[in-house]
Structure formats: C-alpha cells, structure tokens
C-alpha cells in the first residue's frame, strides 16, 4: 500500500507541472511562426545567382536577340518541371503507381529548384502561387494510391500549364482534354506526342480524348 | 520476480518523467477575419459539421479531450494538429489564392466522399465528429458549388 502512495504524489506534480508550462507553449508557438516568416523573407532576398543579369549590361546591345535569349534562359528555367511532369504522366498512363510516385517526389526537387527572380513581380507573385500548389500535388502524388494520384495530377496539369504560359517553353507540346474524368467536367493534361494517351484512365480506356490545342 | 518488480518500476518512472516534456497546445480564442466562414456565406448545418468535424486539427483552435494531459497521447495529437494545419488550415482560408482554394475545396471533396477525413482514429473516440452519410452529401453538394463558383 505505501508504495502505491509514492507514486500517486509525483503523478501529482507532473500534472502541477504540466499545467504551468502549458502556458509559456503557446508563446513559443508564435515566436516561431514570426520566425519563420523572416526566414522565408531572407531566403526570398538572396535567389540571386547564376544567370546573368541584363539590367547592368549594354542598352545598345538589348536589341531582339537578346530578348529571345531571356525567354529561352526563361523556357529553360521550366524545363526540368515539365520533363518530370511528362515522366510523371507517362506512368500514369501505364498504370504504374510506383514510378508516378518516385517521379512525384523529384517532381517536388524539380518545383524547389525553380528560379523565379528573374521574372517581373507581378508573374513572381503568379509563380509562387502556382509553384506552392503544384509542390503539395507533387507531394500528394509521392504517397497516394493511383486514383488519388489521378486526382492530383488533374489540378497539377492545371498548375503546369498556366506555369508554361508564363516561363514559355521550348519543346513543342500537345494540350489533351478528357471530358470525362472528374464527374464528367472534364480534366486537361500535357503530352509531347500528338497521339491521345489517356493518363486519368491509363489501359481502361487509353485513347479516350482530344487534343485542345497544340502549344509551339 | 524481482526482475519483474524492477522492469514495472522503470517503466512507471518513464512514465512519470514523461509527463514533464510540454507540447505545443493548440487554442485560440480569436477568430481571425480570414476564417472560413467568416469569408464564405456558410449554412449553419455545413458550417456545424466542419467545425465538429474538421476544426480540431484544421485550424488554430482545438477542443482538447481531458486525457492530452496525459503523455504520451499529447504528443501524437500535437502531431495529429500540426499535419492537419500544415494541410489545410480554415482559419487561414482568407489568404489563401483562388487556386489554393479550388485545390483544397477538390481534396475537401474528395477526402469526405471516399471516408478518409475524418480520420478513423479520430472518430473512434469523437463519436460525433463522424459525419453522417445525410451530413456528407449536404456539405460535399456545399462544398461543390462553392468550388464551381470560384
């Protein structure tokens, strides 16, 4: 019996205990979410490096070659996305739900990577946004079952295309549309061939589709 | 048997010693303006099944059953929370992009229909937190046209 009583006293104080440091928590919790967003900010400050930077070079030399130089170095930014994007939905169309995955989370590497400093602020702001949500598909698609994966790979192809609307790109691409997925309001996807290989029904119904429109 | 005695005794020590180690507590009392229903027009039974349903680890407020004083059940519900947020947080629904929303609003849907939120392990021991198959419908038909809508 006497013991039991030891142990029912230190039981005591650690609910004493508990509650006063249950408190100071929520302080703490705040503090680093302050602390987080100036981390953000400075990580945000220093993107800079590797490319060139036009603005201090000639003003008589920025003539049209230059200009079409910036929008392929811009097109060349994306390209890694849009390569593992294309892997990503190859898989998919074959039903593979390992591969999609593995190349979901180099698909995430791919997004982290992207340079966007180059951009003006307004398509800066627009790339974040695009960036963020297409991290969160990619990591979905990284861990899902191959519906889920289906599923995020529909509002990721939205993510890719606005996102090559922006950097351009140099490969020529195919714009599809199957009006079926997503309780028949229909689902886009990007392809390099022009031949319809259906990534949101993979074997069951492979050349379900239509090419909307053909990009470069 | 005295290896017995002494094995029950470590483990009530690890026990107690546990109990020091704090956790983050996830309460509130501000409803921020960026809050969910604050931004939308939600009907009052959408609005009652998100928040019995899906505000405990999906925003900055939740309703502590009496055992997360206990470790270590604290710890596996301040994972519990911070996943959640970390996914979706209503409270932070004002400043997410129309994008975001549409991209939550789709994984809302899709999460409710096929039963995976709320998690099983959740309603095991909130028993009303687990939405009714009437209460699924009427919050999946909001929750779509609110989507459509954007």
Redesign the interface.
């Known amino acids: 019996m006497s013991k039991l009583k030891i ?1 029912t006293g ?2 005591a104080m ?2 004493v ?3 006063a ?2 408190c ?3 302080k ?2 705040n503090n680093n979410e302050d602390a987080h967003h100036t981390e953000q900010m400075e990580e945000n400050g220093h993107l800079d490096d590797g490319v060139q930077d036009h603005s201090t070079m000639d003003h008589d030399k920025m003539g049209l070659s230059d200009k079409m130089m910036d929008m392929n170095k811009n097109a060349m930014r994306s390209s890694q996305i849009v390569g593992d994007y294309l892997e990503l939905k190859n898989a998919l169309v074959a039903d593979n739900k390992e591969a999609a995955a593995k190349v979901g989370e180099k698909l995430v590497g791919s997004l982290e990577n992207f340079d966007k400093s180059k951009f003006d602020k307004e398509q800066q702001g627009e790339l974040t ?2 960036i ?2 297409a991290t ?2 990619a990591e979905h698609i990284a861990k899902s079952h191959l519906d ?1 994966q289906r ?1 995020h790979f529909d ?1 990721l192809s939205k ?1 890719v295309i606005d996102l090559i609307s922006i950097t351009g790109t140099k490969k020529t691409l195919y714009q599809d549309f199957c009006p079926m997925f997503n309780d028949k309001k229909g689902a886009q996807w990007l392809s390099a061939t022009k031949e319809i290989k259906n990534p949101y029904y993979g074997s069951k119904m492979v050349t379900c589709g239509s090419v909307q429109k053909q990009i470069n | 048997m005295k290896i017995a005695k002494v094995i029950g005794w470590v483990l009530l020590i690890v026990l107690v010693g546990i109990q020091f180690v704090s956790t983050t507590r996830n309460q509130s009392d501000i409803v921020p303006t960026t809050d969910f229903m604050i931004v939308n027009n939600v009907p009052k039974p959408v609005e009652n099944s998100l928040i019995t349903s899906c505000y405990d680890c999906h925003s900055n407020n939740t309703n502590y059953p009496w055992y997360n004083k206990v470790q270590p059940v604290a710890w596996f519900l301040e994972g519990h929370v911070e996943d959640g947020k970390k996914e979706l947080n209503f409270n932070e629904w004002g400043n997410y992009s129309s994008r975001r929303r549409n991209s939550k609003l789709k994984s809302i849907i899709s999460q409710i229909e096929d039963d995976e939120m709320p998690l099983t392990s959740y309603t095991l021991i909130h028993s009303d937190a687990q939405l009714s198959e009437k209460n699924k419908e009427i919050v999946i038909k909001w929750i779509t046209q609110l989507k459509d809508s954007l």
């Open positions: 142990p230190i039981l650690a609910v205990a508990l509650m440091t249950s100071k928590d929520t703490k919790e946004d695009i963020e949500d969160e598909h889920h599923e509002v993510d």
